[in-house]
């Protein structure tokens, strides 16, 4: 098989591509591991920025979250049970679309196929060759049979522990990580959400964090030891601990039936540079965020915005300086993601290794976000999200 853009990976990434490019003229095939089923009810973040929710919606593929999502205009800070409102609506004009990942997977499958685009799931041994000449290949298996695909450039869109990363050489990239103390345990509950917006709490005990679905389905996260035993975990203790976290007069948390739990690690991460050849590397694949900043899918979609336009303008007009640019574009904005989500997650956690010195800073900085309308703006400005291409 032949195509001009081999996508490895159909996360939000690689199937948001494939449709941009297919809106573009530019065909693409989108080899994915797992079988539909699987990737389309895969529960993650559920935080569109503002221009995210933007590029949906203009490029055809918003309708179902124009109806179901949920726009919202700002976030609680709750600290030593106390509220602070950030409005982002005030403070920057724009709101938040609070809709599901695996919907937005959703929406883009059903849009591909729907245009005849072609999504290989249950791919098996997927590796890419040849990918500092003009001829790069991705190999595969599908229903027991060895298969080629020959491609002009690959797309490694296959997440933080694809394959795709590897196939720059060790010598010619460099890694930055950070490991974070603690991990989140987070659940899915039929439990009308206690607040209409979400809800971050700084407490003594550790985060939680309150959010949402749908006006009768709560997400809920609770910080917790990296290496945490969900089994150690009942319904019963995680809402107790729940209550206690997110508690403060005048607030009740609602209970339900817990339909989905489990633990997220929390990690730093970024690769550069972000391609190698006619190889290039976007969303999890070449970069991780704590999810405090609520920033992976939406970091996902701006590699997107940046590598779509450069092959339109590759295979349009011969063009290669987007090409080329293509990663130190997407790291300006990774960077800013980074800082952004790194701040968050130590501005909002207890750290074991903190000295009660450092528990007051935290306290301080988090009363200097509430008091000055400069830092209350810079956090509004990070979350609804910066300008998807980023200028040099
Ligand atoms: N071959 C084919 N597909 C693969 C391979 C492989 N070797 N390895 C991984 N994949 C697939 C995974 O099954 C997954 O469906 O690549 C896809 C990667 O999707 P994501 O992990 O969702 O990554 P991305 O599209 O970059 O979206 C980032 O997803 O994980 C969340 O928090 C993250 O919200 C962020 C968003
Ligand atoms: C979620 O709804 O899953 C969510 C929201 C905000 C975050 C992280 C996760 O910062």
């Known amino acids: 098989m032949r195509t001009n853009v081999g996508i490895v990976g159909a996360g939000p990434a690689g199937l948001l591509l494939s449709h941009l490019l297919a809106r573009a003229g530019i065909d693409s095939v989108v080899l994915e591991a797992r079988s539909r089923e699987y990737v389309e009810n895969r529960i993650r973040a559920g935080v569109l920025e503002h221009p995210v929710a933007q590029l949906l919606a ?25 509220d602070h ?11 938040v679309m609070v809709y599901s990942q695996h919907k937005v997977v959703q929406d883009l499958i059903a849009a591909r196929l729907a245009a005849g685009g072609q999504i290989v799931f249950e791919a098996e041994d997927v590796a890419v ?8 290949v991705v190999t595969y298996r599908h229903e027991g049979q060895a298969r080629r695909l020959d491609c002009a450039i690959i797309a490694g869109a296959d997440g933080f522990h694809g ?21 989140w345990l987070g659940i899915l509950a039929e439990a009308p959400p206690a607040s209409e917006e979400l809800v971050y709490a700084s407490h003594d005990r550790g985060f939680a964090l309150l959010s949402m679905r749908s006006p009768t389905v709560s997400r809920l996260y609770l910080q917790c030891a990296p290496d945490e035993d969900l089994e150690a975990w009942s319904d019963a203790r995680i809402w107790d601990e729940l209550h206690l976290r997110l508690g403060r007069d005048g607030f009740t948390l609602r209970e339900g039936p817990i339909v989905q739990k489990g633990i997220t690690p929390m ?14 590397l976007l969303g999890d694949a070449a970069h991780i965020v704590p999810p405090t900043g ?15 336009g450069a092959l339109e303008r590759h295979f349009r007009r011969g063009e290669s300086a987007g090409l080329e640019a293509y990663g130190a574009t997407c790291l300006r904005r990774v960077w800013q993601a980074q800082r952004f989500s790194w701040w968050m997650t130590s501005l909002l956690h207890r750290f074991p290794a903190h000295t009660p010195f450092e528990r007051e800073v935290q306290r301080a900085e988090l009363a200097h976000v509430f008091a000055s309308r400069a830092m209350s703006t810079a956090l509004a400005e990070a979350y609804v999200g910066l300008p998807l291409v980023m200028p040099g």
């Open 58 to 82: 203009d490029s055809g593929v918003g309708a179902r979250m124009q109806r179901e999502g949920l726009p919202h205009e700002g976030v609680v800070l709750r600290a030593d049970g106390v």
């Open 163 to 183: 394959i795709c990363r590897e196939a720059i050489p060790a010598a010619h990239r460099q890694s930055f990580h950070r490991e974070y103390p603690f991990g």
């Open 267 to 280: 990690r730093s991460f970024v690769v550069q540079p972000m391609q190698r050849g006619r190889l290039f």
């Open 294 to 308: 609520a920033k992976g899918l939406n970091l996902a979609v701006a590699d997107v915005a940046v590598l779509s």
């Open 85 to 95: 409102r950030i409005d982002f609506a005030a403070l920057t004009g724009k709101h």
């Open 129 to 136: 060759h040849d990918v500092e000449t003009d001829a790069p």
